[in-house]
């Protein structure tokens, strides 16, 4: 199959995922990582689900540290169309970069953007959704595809949606992008009706984004394009470029300006940001084991468990406990507790100890 003409996937390849460890580390971040037990990293997953959709349209964008390994998982992907940014400095210049380097190639594309780290099972509603998305697009529309939201939560942000439009059946306008709420204000957020989870997907031509970049930040868009026209020149120009996400530097002055629409779409969504995530994608009831079952033993207990650290882990009277055994780290928490494993590693980072982070 062809897929959706002239349709091109981005797919930003970053982060550690902090809140994963001693899973996810700055050497094994979390996208190249299998964490659901289904055999694929979840960039292989990501890209899978893609493919019917732009059949070879696919553009990675990861860091430099990282492009062997991304290179290695994706043998079907023309290393030409891996792109290793040479440091971190946010979405933006991710995004930005990989619009800019397919502007030059097929100036009238339109551009998805999907994380390389999130989970989607209702394959079928991804695809219409972003068939939607695509159609508004084509319209110079800045298009973010939204999560039903199911339930008040504080761990994304959201979008605020507006009349429908007349033109696109199932995309309405975007009010606001807001930030994460407090759970009184996800509450109301859910009660309401009114809002959606950000899931940071964005359709969009390229001309269209660099452009609405350029409008607050012009000198950011013009070396966009120039790293494009001289990829030679990355190593020069990606050090000045500003550290900043697509949603502060496009998409909500965008939405100020009344360009953006969403796509809302219950998807099946989760972008396991800690093992509280984690433990749902898995599924099931008692202990979840994402691994070798035999390594674990569990007596009246309830939680997920990851075994890698060559050794038994066995429970006994413990409820939505987290237990991760590796070889050199051993993290015991609750599901309740887990965005705060962050914490840990910042700590280690302050301390030296690199070699764990």
Do not use: C
Request: net charge negative; aromatic share 6%; no cysteine.
């Amino acid at each position: 199959m062809p897929g959706i003409e002239q349709f091109w996937a981005v797919v930003p390849a970053g982060g550690a995922g902090t809140r994963l460890w001693p899973l996810s580390r700055a050497g094994s971040p979390k996208f190249l990582l299998d964490l659901t037990g289904g055999g694929r990293s979840l960039l292989q997953e990501t890209v899978h689900r893609l493919r019917p959709l732009v059949d070879d349209r696919i553009l990675v964008v990861t860091g430099a540290a990282h492009r062997d390994q991304v290179v290695d998982q994706l043998p079907d992907v023309s290393p030409a169309r891996i792109v290793g940014e040479p440091s971190p400095r946010d979405s933006m210049a991710a995004i930005g970069l990989a619009a800019a380097l397919i502007e030059r190639e097929d100036p009238d594309a339109v551009i998805g953007s999907f994380a390389a780290d999130h989970v989607i099972t209702h394959r079928q509603a991804f695809a219409r959704a972003v068939t939607l998305a695509v159609d508004a697009a084509r319209d110079d529309w800045l298009v973010t595809i939204a999560i039903e939201p199911t339930g008040p939560a504080t761990a994304f942000g959201y979008v605020r949606q507006g009349a429908a439009l007349e033109a696109h059946p199932g995309a309405f306008a975007v009010e606001e992008f807001v930030e994460k709420p407090s759970l009184d204000v996800a509450r109301s957020y859910f009660a309401s009706g009114d809002y959606r989870w950000n899931a940071g997907m964005f359709v969009v031509r390229p001309r269209v984004l660099l452009d609405l970049l350029a409008a607050h930040h012009p000198d950011f868009a013009a070396s966009l394009r120039a790293v494009a026209a001289a990829p030679d020149r990355i190593e020069e120009v990606w050090p000045t470029l500003p550290r900043i996400a697509i949603d502060h530097a496009v998409a909500e002055p965008a939405a100020d300006a009344g360009r953006v629409v969403t796509v809302p779409a219950d998807l099946g969504w989760d972008d396991i940001g800690d093992f509280h995530s984690l433990a749902a994608v898995l599924g099931g009831e008692g202990v979840r084991v994402l691994g070798d079952a035999e390594q674990v033993l569990a007596e009246g207990s309830t939680g997920v468990v990851v075994p890698r650290g060559g050794r038994l882990v066995a429970l006994v009277g413990v409820d939505d406990v987290v237990v991760v055994d590796t070889p050199d780290a051993l993290l015991v928490t609750t599901r309740a507790q887990a965005q705060e494993v962050k914490r840990l590693v910042d700590r280690l980072r302050e301390s030296g100890r690199s070699d764990l982070t």
